[in-house]
């Protein structure tokens, strides 16, 4: 070997030395690679970025981002508008708890439509959600408006969800397992409104109601389930003059009258009957709401029913802990339900994202089967429907100006009615043992509108047991 051939291979291995020593940063490299570049340039590590070097001499850069934009109709216009801020607050909650459990790189977006619980305003904001890309829509609320909207969004291949949608027509339609709900259908609210009917002895009740898909569905459902009625009035969902209808009511004789209504239509009609000093019961379901009333003592002692949470849950204490801290106040009707409807669909958009090759809506029926929620457990069936947790019977009861829900019955499917909390009989124990004072009882038992466990509406007598004279109770002066 010559000595110009040592030399070289000499200078090549310096070389190769020199250049190892500056990629691994040794002691003496005046410039060694940043550890938190490093970082990037590993695989293995959490900022990992394969376009790091050595040369930008930092690990910060920004991430790409992937938006899955899910759709929510809200009636903010229309007859029940008085119920739309709720539902807002409701999706607002859901909206955080999903961007929180999101990956990284993700994020949900909400799109909120005016629904307008209206058939046209509805299938309109559906196809302006279909424009805007959302890959499922929470949505919609009233039935005509759902009904008028899925076939919009099926010719997109886009599921909705709805979270009051209650028509029992919804269940028949051909909607190729593109709709779904979290309310129950009014197949079963008409038997829990036939129960309140018969334990109040309504025997010749009056029908009013609209001739809109959620009015006339309870109005032949009732039917089916009561049997005959004193009379049936219909009305369009628009009407501002409710005079010559309940005329109608007054002069058919009626003992009672079902109001099958929206929060607009239902106060004018329940301060029509008060002008018209027609004095009977009115009973009904979930659609009105006192705050559309100028005299609220139009609706003192109105009892209605409304689809009941499947009770005490983690999931609902901690969305309700969650609700009061944000907006003050329980949220009423159906936030429950908005909040788990956009739960599913952005849990089904995640999951969709994650396995690209399963269609989006079998992502909402897998989410949707065993989904524990705020609004009960639920397992959509073959029609997209779920069984829910029965009805709460409430009564609203008007005092210093203001008019209070008070929910003291239940009826659940199979059982029919019962009281709503802790069983009669354990406050009769307790109060027989002597650990639940006389005021105690009563007060636990107050709004009961049957016997301990009897069923019927005679007195119930509480044994003293060492509390002095024996005192009766009249669930009758309690609750009605």
């Known amino acids: 070997m010559t000595d110009k051939k040592i030399i070289a291979i000499m200078m090549t291995l310096g070389m190769l030395a020199a250049a190892f020593a500056g990629c691994l940063g040794g002691e003496d490299d005046p410039d060694p690679v940043p550890e938190d570049v490093m970082g990037c340039m590993d695989a293995t590590a959490n900022n990992y970025n394969a376009d790091a070097t050595a040369d930008d001499g930092t690990c910060t850069y920004d991430a790409e981002t992937t938006t899955l934009k899910i759709g929510f109709m809200n009636p903010l216009t229309g007859p029940i508008a008085v ?53 499922v829509i929470a949505g919609a609320v009233c039935s005509g408006g759902t009904m008028a909207s899925i076939p919009v969004a099926q010719a997109a291949g886009i599921p909705m969800i709805s979270y009051a949608s209650t028509s029992p027509a919804i269940t028949a339609l051909s909607d190729d397992d593109y709709l779904f709900r979290v309310v129950p259908s ?32 309870l109005k032949d ?42 929060a607009v239509d239902g106060a004018a009609i329940l301060e029509e009957m008060s002008a018209q000093n027609l004095d009977i019961p ?40 969650a609700y009061a801290a944000a907006n003050g106040a329980d949220g009423g009707i159906y936030h429950h339900e908005t909040y788990d409807a956009v739960m599913i669909a952005g849990k089904a958009a995640l999951r969709a994202h994650m396995m690209p090759a399963e269609d989006i809506r079998d992502s909402v029926r897998a989410v949707g089967t065993g989904y524990v929620g705020t609004s009960g457990t639920h397992t959509f069936d073959a029609n997209g429907d779920v069984a829910g947790s029965g009805y709460l019977v409430c009564e609203f009861v008007v005092s210093g100006g203001n008019a209070d829900l008070v929910c003291t ?49 005679n007195p119930c007598e509480i044994v003293s047991m060492g509390y002095g004279d024996a005192a009766t109770l009249d669930p009758h002066d309690a609750y009605d």
């Open 282 to 321: 009115a009973f009904g379901a979930e659609g009105v709401s006192p705050d559309e009333l100028s005299d609220v003592s139009a609706i003192d002692g109105m009892v209605v029913t409304q689809p009941r949470s499947g009770g005490q849950s983690d999931a609902a204490d901690a969305f309700d802990a």
């Open 221 to 262: 459902g009732f039917v089916a389930s009561f049997g005959d009625v004193c009379t049936t009035v219909g009305y369009d969902q628009d009407a501002t003059d409710f005079a010559g209808l309940v005329s109608q009511i007054a002069d058919g004789g009626c003992d009672s009258v079902a109001l099958f209504s929206y």
């Open 409 to 457: 019955q239940r009826w659940i499917l199979g059982e029919g009615l019962s009281w709503e909390g802790e069983s009669q009989s354990s406050v009769m124990a307790q109060f027989e043992a002597g650990s639940m004072t006389y005021e105690e009882a009563w007060t636990a038992l107050e709004g009961v509108r049957a016997c301990v466990e009897t069923g019927s509406n």
């Open 186 to 217: 009014d197949g079963q609210q008409v038997q829990a409104l036939s129960a309140v009917a018969n334990a109040n002895g309504y025997s010749n009740p009056g029908i009013l109601y609209m001739t809109n898909d959620y009015g006339a569905g």
């Open 83 to 135: 119920f739309a801020p709720a539902f807002t607050d409701s999706m607002e909650l859901a909206k955080a708890d999903l961007n929180a459990m999101a990956p990284a790189g993700v994020e949900i977006e909400i799109i909120e439509v005016d629904s307008g619980c209206d058939g046209t305003v509805a299938a309109g904001a559906t196809q302006s959600l279909v424009d805007a890309g959302v890959v």
